[in-house]
């Protein structure tokens, strides 16, 4: 299980900064246009009741409703997130339930398909968390996720994350988020050894590169909404945005647009 200060991490982010993380990743692009939540809805494009695990503020949940028909369901930690989830319209009739994703609160094989858009990777006891997306799925469903990749290279994204690292490692053991998650669910071998014991076929994995170039601004907005940037103190966020929105100027084009690209990893298993 999660420990009680990574659970309270994952906790307090959302209460102080709502919606951060899916204005950030509703605004990345892929090459054809779609956004990572976009290509993870149509992963399960087939799929009549689907799962949301770590739904956030629903905007994930928001794409899928647009199917007719479709019975969906959200969890996540943070009663904040859930909140602004339960405000959309499109998920009046959806079940949103704060709970740990080691312990759904749902019945075998009560869905056709699962969806983990940035949130696999952050979780504690990975393994648990397998065996129970398995049992709440139905045989040969569909779990589709997104995780991290990293930096293009060259670009606002790897500037801010050289600039990240510098502040954290001169911030103050209090203002460093606790350690998250399993690097097992960076690779596809590790994935593998996750899913594959809970029952699940060799995961595919597609690696897409998601643009977020625009305004240096914007982009700072974008990026500065990434967890370890959370417990900074203001002064230390303030000297952050500075250096880059002052580094990242030497990187805008002739329209003012600054490059920043970075990479997810697109995950599908099917239940045997």
């Known amino acids: ?22 204005d950030a990743f509703v605004a990345g692009r892929s090459p054809d246009g779609r956004s990572s939540y976009w290509i993870l809805s149509d992963r399960v494009a087939g799929a009549r009741r689907v799962l949301d695990l770590g739904c956030g503020d629903g905007v994930l949940l928001d794409l899928l409703a647009r199917t007719e028909g479709r019975r969906l ?24 339930a704060q709970a740990r994703a080691q312990r759904l609160p749902f ?7 699962c969806v983990c858009h940035m949130a696999l990777m952050l979780m ?3 393994d648990r968390v397998a065996a129970e997306i398995a049992r709440v799925l139905s045989p040969r469903s569909t779990l589709a996720c997104v995780v991290g990749g990293g930096a293009l290279g060259g670009e606002a994204y ?12 001169r911030a103050p053991a209090e203002q ?25 076929g060799a995961p595919d994995r ?41 580094e990242a100027a030497g990187l805008a084009g002739p329209d003012g647009r600054v490059p920043c690209g970075f990479t997810v990893h697109v995950v599908t298993a099917r239940l045997r």
Do not use: C, N
């Open 73 to 96: 369901a959200g969890v996540d930690l943070s009663p904040e997130a859930l909140a602004l989830a339960r405000r959309r319209p499109s998920l009046r009739t959806t079940a949103l």
């Open 206 to 246: 597609e690696t897409v590169p998601i643009d977020l170039s625009g305004p240096v601004e914007q982009v700072w907005a974008a990026l500065s909404g990434i967890y370890d940037v959370g417990p900074l103190d203001p002064a230390a966020v303030s000297r952050l945005r500075e250096s880059f929105v002052r």
């Open 107 to 113: 019945a075998d094989g009560a869905f056709d398909a």
């Open 158 to 169: 790897e500037l801010f994350s050289g600039l990240l690292r510098a502040a954290v490692e």
């Open 124 to 126: 504690g006891d990975v």
């Open 176 to 200: 460093r988020i606790p350690p998250l998650g399993d690097r097992r669910t960076r690779s596809r071998e590790g994935l593998g050894a996750i899913l594959e014991p809970a029952g699940f």
């Open 1 to 22: 299980m999660p420990t009680a200060v990574q659970e309270a991490f994952l906790k307090a982010f959302p209460a102080e900064h709502p919606a951060v993380t899916a």
